[in-house]
């Protein structure tokens, strides 16, 4: 007989749901790989009569309410947090793969095209994918990730691989597949001569109409231009990092790069350039169902906790110096229940579900490139920080839902947004009085965080700020340092706040210090 569950025997699996509220017929379960519950609650109420009587005793009553909240804390290993992150931006992220993250919903306009079959050379889906030759792809199945491939040809559904110069190796075939395999497109060979121009005001990239639309870039989306090898970059510029501000038909204009400008203006006979999935604020409710799996109990049956309708309520991204970069994700749902299973039910349900991939955590030592606090300047890409050195950092996203609730209802019917807003607090050396001078003038700032290990990485991108606080704090034997607090606004670029994940940059891209890894 059970007489105890440890916690060891429990896990979480998600599901993106097909409308508020309900999850898919078949519903395609991913596990997370989170390391602890913030607030994970089903918690009924209720309410006892009282009754004028000569006695003092209250009557038996009954239950009034139900509230669900599922959170929980997980480590960024790069991208196994991009399908929540873009759940708390209300938005579905623009990706370049065969599937989508969010395979499920319906506001996923992706066609979903599976992995059938590898080789070391070829990769078999099942329609026509939607990738060309001079592609730069990975094979994301747990065990290629991180080996680079340049696509050679397409030919009904089978694309034909290279492994790259650097970074690159032939396709290993795994039997069998993980059920969320995907062929990902992580940017693009030009072979075509290219142009790079930077004046202090802009830095502009002349691609060529094939690579514009090829990429097929959107304004505010960021992307990482040169490669390992030296003959796929600019002789006299290193790789950078830059945010694309205009788009024409044959040219990419970046307001924001991690390169000091003016440029050499140069050219280069071929060039790769790095891109990610791509998600910014809007208005488009992303729901989940978590089922949270609680061991048997005394019957030999399988006991899960359910939380359906589970919206994106309030998160925070947490870089404190010395340790991991984590995120705190809560949501609040519409209701939950607890159910058990006989073996062949429980099989049925979740007998496809994929477990969470390994992956190593960002570290704020060895895996920060930049975080770069500026207050713009009208016709500068490249304004100076206005810190040094950041000891704590912490972004937090709030969509301030309330519940909707009705009669008939054990829980509630949905959820109203309201503002979403999006603030946090930084620690930094102090080394200048520009930060006070910055908060005094109520002046407009903004914040980009680039991290990135073994060829993956992110940027979060907060164009528009202002800054508070600015407490600094002097005490014996320490450092001087100042406190900000900051609360961004919709920028002139029409969104508050984006992220980018890169599902491979090259090793150029790695913080100093740092390198790829073929481990």
């Known amino acids: ?21 309900v999850f898919p017929v078949t519903p395609k379960w991913k596990t997370i790989d989170l390391t602890s519950y913030s607030d994970a609650s089903l918690q009924y109420d209720a309410q006892t009569r009282s009754v004028m009587t000569s006695g003092r005793g209250q009557k038996k009553g009954t239950q009034t309410d139900m509230t669900a909240t599922f959170g929980y804390n ?10 929540q992150i873009a759940s708390f931006l209300f938005n579905v992220p623009k990706e370049r793969a065969t599937r989508s993250i969010l395979e499920g919903s319906p506001k996923v306009s992706l066609v979903t095209n599976a992995v059938v079959s590898v080789t070391a050379t070829t990769i078999v889906m099942t329609s026509a994918p939607t990738f060309a030759a001079g592609d730069l792809v990975i094979l994301s199945d747990g065990v290629n990730d991180r080996a680079l491939q340049v696509v050679s040809g397409v030919a009904a559904n089978t694309i034909t691989v290279a492994p790259a110069e650097v970074g690159g190796a032939a396709l290993i075939p795994q039997v069998p597949m993980r059920g969320d395999t995907r062929v990902i497109k992580v940017g693009l060979r030009i ?34 231009v040169g490669g390992d090898s030296v003959g796929k ?29 003016p440029l050499v203006a140069e050219d280069a006979a071929s060039l790769d350039v790095y891109v990610g999935s791509y998600v910014r604020d809007g208005a488009n409710t992303l729901s989940f169902t978590h089922s949270r799996y609680l061991g048997k109990d005394a019957a030999n049956k399988h006991m899960r906790e359910y939380y359906t309708g589970s919206i994106a309520s309030e998160m925070a991204l947490n870089m404190e110096a010395k340790s991991f970069v984590t995120c705190d994700f809560t949501y609040t749902c519409l209701g939950g229940d607890m159910v058990t299973m006989d073996d062949a039910a429980h099989n049925a349900v979740y007998g496809n579900t994929v477990p969470a991939r390994d992956g190593d955590p960002i570290s704020t030592v060895t ?22 050195f950041v000891k704590t950092l912490t ?19 949905g959820a109203s947004a309201g503002d979403f807003t999006a603030t946090g607090s930084m620690q ?55 406190d900000l607090e900051q609360s961004a606004f919709e920028s002139a670029r029409g969104y508050t706040v984006s992220y980018t994940s890169f599902h491979y940059i090259p090793n150029v891209a790695m913080p100093k210090g740092s390198t790829g890894c073929d481990c």
């Open 428 to 482: 930094v050396y102090l080394v200048s009085s520009k930060i006070r001078e910055a908060i005094r003038c109520n002046c407009t700032a903004a914040l980009d965080i680039i991290c990135a290990r073994k060829n993956a990485g992110y940027v979060l991108d907060i164009p528009a700020l202002t800054l508070s606080n600015g407490s600094i704090n002097v005490e014996k034997g320490q450092s001087v340092t100042i």
């Open 367 to 388: 895996d920060v490139y930049r975080q770069r606090l500026v207050v713009p300047k009208l016709g500068v890409v490249n304004p100076a920080a206005i810190h040094a």
């Open 1 to 21: 007989m059970t007489q105890r569950i440890e916690s060891r025997e429990t896990r979480t699996d998600a599901s993106v749901e097909t409308e508020l509220g």
């Open 233 to 261: 970059r600019f002789a006299n510029t290193e790789p950078f990092y830059a945010r694309v501000s205009a788009i024409s038909a044959t040219t990419l204009t970046l307001d924001a790069t991690t390169r000091p400008v």
């Open 74 to 83: 997980i480590d960024n290993t790069g991208d196994n947090v991009l399908a």
């Open 395 to 413: 972004v937090n996203v709030n969509n301030n839902l309330t519940l909707d609730d009705a009669q008939g209802v054990l829980g509630a019917i």
């Open 191 to 224: 072979a075509t001569p290219t142009k790079l121009t930077g004046a202090v005001d802009r830095v502009t990239l002349e691609l060529g109409a094939a690579a514009i639309t090829s990429l097929g870039m959107v304004k505010g989306e960021w992307l990482f």
